[in-house]
Each structure stands twice: as structure tokens, then as C-alpha cells.
């Protein structure tokens, strides 16, 4: 996770993961739009070298790629950024290693050039995003989902509370036991299922928890919490659900998305997106948004 510098001045992070699935299998998942939107953010892309991959994290917030190397079911990579503008050229390489027992390993890899550290911060944080959330979620959905579309939404609000009080708001939707069974409480839209545990114990990851800003900000004050939800759905139909908070100077942004598969998928998530939307509005009346 920690950055690594090589001779030639070229910066990088990576974060890996094991997951159950063939080399093509997992493949679809990584390279193809469909599957990418599946468990990590609308993103379409066009499946060969020279092509474009666009992923969309929100309103006005598309990350425009270009791919340079395209080789299924192994490895892709994608450029990003203009020299001179923040860390300059970035490339995104994907890499798909076949384990035995019906399991691969998936790496991403983060590449720039860089003259000082002034990014490294913010690039162990993302490694440290996929570790800890987006990785997570790529298993939920290869173990229980693969090769099905999700019908997927977002919702955002913004809190002008600190992010320990926009949290225990946000916590107070559901109640999890002490077996991480999940129900919604009184008064929030329906819900149950069961919580994806976060223990962090890797020694790299506990440094950067410590020395990436974006990472340190989201857990101050939090104690031995994290601000993260992940949840594995029953209702309001087979899937999951990534709910987090993220500081952003003097507001706290809430996020929620939700995967939804299944025939009824679809009513599922007009009429969750609806009651959740709703239900933000009323926590946190500054603004909401979906």
C-alpha cells in the first residue's frame, strides 16, 4: 500500500485481492462496463486499446480515461490526467492472476511521475479505499452476484455537523445484533441483511490510516470506528449496500449505494431510492441529493 519509487523517479501504489471466479470470469467484472457498475460506479468502456473508460462518481464528477493496453483476460491499463495539472499522467493498470481452488487474484496498481510527495498521500488513500471498501464489494459481488447486472442507485447529502455526529445520525437507521444481523430501525425505509465486518490489521494500512489526509480526516474522532457501512441485502431485494461519510472542510458529505439483483431489482430500487432519499432529506435538511 505504501508508496513505492523506482530509480527512474516513477511513483506507485497497489492494493490486491483474492476472489472466487475463472480469469474470465473475474475479467468481465474489471473490464466490461456492465460489470464494473455492478459493484463499484457507473462506468462504461470500450473494450479494446485506444479506447475510452469513463467512470462516473456523481453530477459533474466523470473521470475520463484512455486505455493503452488491452490484454484479456490478464491485464489492461488506463491513462489519465494531463502533464503539468496535479500529479500529471496517471496509469490505472488492472491485472487478473489465476490461483488454484477456482480463485484469482486481482491487482490494481496506481503509476505517476512525481518530483516530490505532495500526492502520496492522496494516492495511498485510494490504494486504501480499495483495500478496505471497493475490493470488498468486487468479492460480495463474485461470490453471490457473478455475471448478473445490478440495478444500482446513489444518494448524497451534505451535513454541516462534525462526521462523528453526521454518522451516529446515519447509524441510527439500523440496528445490527451482536451475530452483524442487520434491520432498519423505526421510522427508516426498509431494510435487512447482514454486516460485512471491517477489521484492519495490516500494518501498511494502519499507517496510512494515520498519514493519508482524506483518511485520517474521516476517522477523527471516530475512536475505534469506522465510518463505513457495507451490507450484504436481503431486502429491499438480494444485493448490497456501501454507506459512508466523507469530510469535506467544513461539511460532511453522506454516500449511499445500493446494488440491487434479481426480477424485482428494478421496482426495488425506484421505490428504496425514493424512501432513502426522502429519509436524508429529513436527517440532513441543508441539501440532499440523488
Request: aromatic share 10%; glycine share 10%.
Amino acid at each position: 500500500m505504501s508508496v513505492r519509487k523506482d530509480k527512474n523517479g516513477q511513483r506507485s501504489v497497489q492494493a490486491e485481492i483474492e476472489v472466487p471466479g475463472s480469469p474470465e470470469e473475474v475479467w468481465r467484472a474489471i473490464a466490461t462496463g456492465a460489470g464494473v457498475s455492478s459493484w463499484f460506479v457507473p462506468t462504461k468502456i470500450e473494450e479494446r486499446e485506444g479506447g475510452a473508460a469513463v467512470s462516473s462518481f456523481g453530477p459533474g464528477m466523470d473521470a475520463p480515461s484512455k486505455i493503452t493496453a488491452w490484454n484479456p483476460p490478464d491485464s489492461y491499463t488506463t491513462e489519465a490526467g494531463e502533464e503539468g495539472q496535479g500529479p500529471g499522467k496517471v496509469a490505472t493498470e488492472w491485472i487478473v492472476e489465476a490461483r488454484s481452488g477456482g480463485t484469482c487474484l486481482v491487482r490494481v496498481v496506481h503509476r505517476w511521475f512525481a518530483d516530490t510527495d505532495d500526492w502520496d498521500g492522496e494516492f495511498e488513500g485510494h490504494a486504501y479505499g480499495w483495500a478496505t471498501s471497493f475490493f470488498r464489494m468486487l468479492n460480495i459481488y463474485l461470490t453471490n452476484f457473478a455475471g448478473q447486472k445490478s440495478v444500482a442507485f446513489d444518494l448524497a447529502a451534505f451535513n454541516k455537523a462534525s462526521g462523528p455526529e453526521t454518522w451516529k445520525a446515519i447509524k441510527s437507521a439500523v440496528h445490527i445484533d451482536d451475530n452483524l444481523k442487520v434491520k432498519a430501525t423505526a421510522g427508516a425505509p426498509s431494510l435487512s441483511g447482514t454486516q460485512e465486518r471491517l477489521e484492519v490489521t495490516d500494518p501498511d494500512l494502519l499507517r496510512i490510516r494515520e498519514s493519508s489526509p482524506m483518511i485520517a480526516a474521516a476517522l477523527d474522532g471516530m475512536g475505534d470506528e469506522s465510518p463505513e457501512l457495507l451490507l450484504k441485502l436481503d431486502r429491499p431485494a438480494p444485493g448490497f449496500a456501501h454507506i459512508f461519510i466523507m469530510p469535506m472542510g467544513e461539511i460532511t458529505m453522506v454516500s449511499m449505494r445500493f446494488y440491487l439483483f434479481g426480477d424485482d431489482a428494478a421496482a426495488a430500487a425506484e421505490q428504496a431510492k425514493s424512501e432513502w432519499n426522502e429519509w436524508l432529506a429529513e436527517k440532513f435538511p441543508q441539501e440532499a441529493a440523488g
